[in-house]
């Protein structure tokens, strides 16, 4: 709920601003002050890429989101030799915009040149008496920046191990997939119980004429349709892009096999729905005797791996004796789509 109510506030603030950056750009165009409308528009072109804004998975976003904020700073600087003075306020903002947009490796480089060059044009407006302030106040900004980015990733960090969840998804992270598996495991062996694998995942190589950002858009609805399929002591796991593991405790292979299509038939059904002509595989693979976490994981996946070569849209069991897949699954359609 609390991250529910974090996204809802910044998607109503990043609105608000973009709203408030085009108002201000149309502004300066009215005034006759071209730089005051230019630099509002990219600022506006920052906060419209923005995920926050537009909702889109994937795509150039990010990438054009970056650029416009590079130039957005340069402009700034070059405000100290093209005036006018007052632009250069707006330099306050980009150190804590530099952070949010970059990762520290790049973020950190990017802040230091542009401060760098910022003192280098501060000096050089000798003409200008607020140069000492405004080069102290930038200074303490920089310094607030720092502060609050540290605090962030501290926060990340501590909060890191508490995220079990995928956010697009809300299947369990794959940070936890091994750990959990093994005492799964343990508590088969111990109790003398099943326990089976299945791992999903779509055929993108059977459908490149759908848009990444289609196939994107769709998986929240995907790990809400797995989510419907489990039990409440099962669990699921987002191992991939595209895939993913469910673990279900006390089922056997051949039962596995039997959920593992329709699974794969509802998922089926699930994307036709929305216009999306991809299949979907399944892999099963059930506990033996000897196997560990890793053992049992890349027993699934292969058997995905071969159902995905085989063709594609159907469901494939592993065999531990044959040391490869056996037979489809009883009531997979080994060719063509799902009646």
């Not at 991250?3 to 149309?26: H, K």
């Not at 906060?47 to 054009?64: E, K, M, N």
């Not at 490149?208 to 349709?225: A, K, M, N, T």
């Not at 506990?287 to 890793?294: E, P, R, S, V």
């Amino acid at each position: 709920m609390a991250q529910q109510a974090e996204t809802f506030l910044l998607s109503r603030l990043s609105r608000a601003s973009l709203a408030a950056l085009i108002l201000l750009a149309i502004a300066g165009g009215i005034m006759g002050a071209p730089l005051l409308a230019l630099v509002a528009g990219l600022g506006a072109g920052v906060v419209a890429c923005d995920r926050s804004v537009h909702r889109r998975q994937g795509g150039p976003w990010a990438s054009l989101q970056q650029l416009l904020m590079v130039t957005f700073a340069a402009l700034l600087l070059g405000t100290f030799l093209i005036g006018p003075w007052s632009m250069t306020h707006w330099l306050y903002l980009t150190p804590l915009a530099l952070f949010a947009l970059f990762r520290p490796p790049v973020a950190i480089p990017l802040t230091l040149l542009m401060t760098a060059l910022m003192l280098a044009g501060n000096a050089w407006m000798e003409g200008h008496a607020e140069r000492h302030q405004f080069g102290s106040a930038f200074l303490l900004t920089l310094l607030l920046s720092g502060v609050l980015m540290f605090l962030r990733e501290y926060k990340s960090r501590q909060l890191a191990p508490l995220r079990r969840t995928d956010e697009l998804t809300q299947a369990a992270s794959r940070e936890y997939l091994s750990a959990d598996l093994h005492k799964e495991i343990q508590r088969s062996e111990r109790e003398g119980t099943d326990l089976s694998l299945i791992m999903v995942g779509l055929d993108t190589h059977l459908g490149d004429q759908e848009p990444v950002e289609d196939i994107r858009s769709i998986l929240p609805r995907v790990g809400r349709y797995l989510h419907s399929q489990i039990r409440d002591f099962d669990a699921y796991y987002r191992v991939a892009d595209l895939q993913f593991l469910i673990i279900l405790p006390g089922i056997a292979t051949r039962d596995a096999a039997v959920r593992a299509d329709i699974i794969r038939s509802g998922l089926r059904q699930l994307l036709e729905s929305h216009g999306l002509t991809l299949t979907v595989s399944t892999g099963v693979a059930g506990l033996n005797i000897g196997d560990d976490a890793d053992s049992l994981q890349h027993s699934a996946a292969h058997a995905l791996r071969r159902a995905q070569q085989q063709g594609g849209n159907r469901s494939q069991t592993y065999s531990a004796w044959s040391r490869g897949p056996e037979r489809p699954a009883p009531d997979a359609s080994p060719g063509g789509p799902t009646p």
